[in-house]
T-cell receptor, first 114, second 110 residues
Framework: DAEITQSPRHKITETGRQVTLACHQTWNHNNMFWYRQDLGHGLRLIHYSYGVHDTNKGEVSDGYSVSRSNTEDLPLTLESAASSQTSVYFC?????????????FGPGTRLTVL | GQQVMQIPQYQHVQEGEDFTTYCNSSTTLSNIQWYKQRPGGHPVFLIQLVKSGEVKKQKRLTFQFGEAKKNSSLHITATQTTDVGTYFCAGPGGAQKLVFGQGTRLTINP
């Protein structure tokens, strides 16, 4: 069965360190998204991609970067982790071939920045 | 940019009571999606509404899209402990993106 996975599931890091969160999907979806989820803010879009070598900034992109070298993966990098980036991170993907596309979410990564 | 407001933020009910969450937009939505996130889990797609005034049912869940396509609601009849979680609405954010409401967290007293 097709799926979307994230790793690690939990990560503790220190302020200033570079951190990369992995996202891998086997749906063969064109679209991939990274969100962060914080209490009171719902799901906020960090970065997204519509295909290989395409990346775009979302509403809360400062301090984050992504790259898309193949269809399956969209790693999220925190260049220099800050305590404000402590959050739960979700990766999602969607088909992108129709007008309305549901998003399939990964299990999430809980990141703590000390 | 596009914003989708969702209320209430929290709702606690006794098992067997009904529950409703509301989603509002200042602009007309071409469609609206609903997702459920169980505690400790990830959002899972429930349904999409497209037509003005559309009503769809999934067992005890009833989803409505307003006539003006600016609001939507999710109503759960006779809640069960399995309904616990956070319910999100999401509207189009342009070019296949979604804009999520803040979510309504439902807790149930058995």
């Amino acid at each position: 069965d097709a799926e979307i996975t994230q790793s690690p599931r939990h990560k503790i890091t220190e302020t200033g360190r570079q951190v990369t969160l992995a996202c891998h999907q086997t749906w063969n979806h064109n679209n991939m998204f990274w969100y962060r989820q914080d209490l009171g803010h719902g799901l906020r879009l960090i970065h997204y991609s519509y295909g290989v070598h395409d990346t775009n900034k979302g509403e809360v992109s400062d301090g984050y970067s992504v790259s898309r070298s193949n269809t399956e993966d969209l790693p999220l990098t925190l260049e220099s982790a800050a305590s404000s980036q402590t959050s739960v991170y979700f990766c999602a993907s969607s088909d992108g071939t129709g007008t309305y596309n549901e998003q399939f979410f990964g299990p999430g990564t809980r990141l703590t920045v000390l | 940019g596009q914003q989708v407001m969702q209320i209430p933020q929290y709702q606690h009910v006794q098992e067997g009571e009904d529950f409703t969450t509301y989603c509002n937009s200042s602009t007309t939505l071409s469609n609206i999606q609903w997702y459920k996130q169980r505690p400790g889990g990830h959002p899972v797609f429930l349904i999409q509404l497209v037509k003005s005034g559309e009503v769809k049912k999934q067992k005890r869940l009833t989803f409505q899209f307003g006539e003006a396509k600016k609001n939507s609601s999710l109503h759960i009849t006779a809640t069960q402990t399995t309904d616990v979680g956070t319910y999100f609405c999401a509207g189009p954010g342009g070019a296949q993106k979604l804009v999520f409401g803040q979510g309504t967290r439902l807790t149930i007293n058995p």
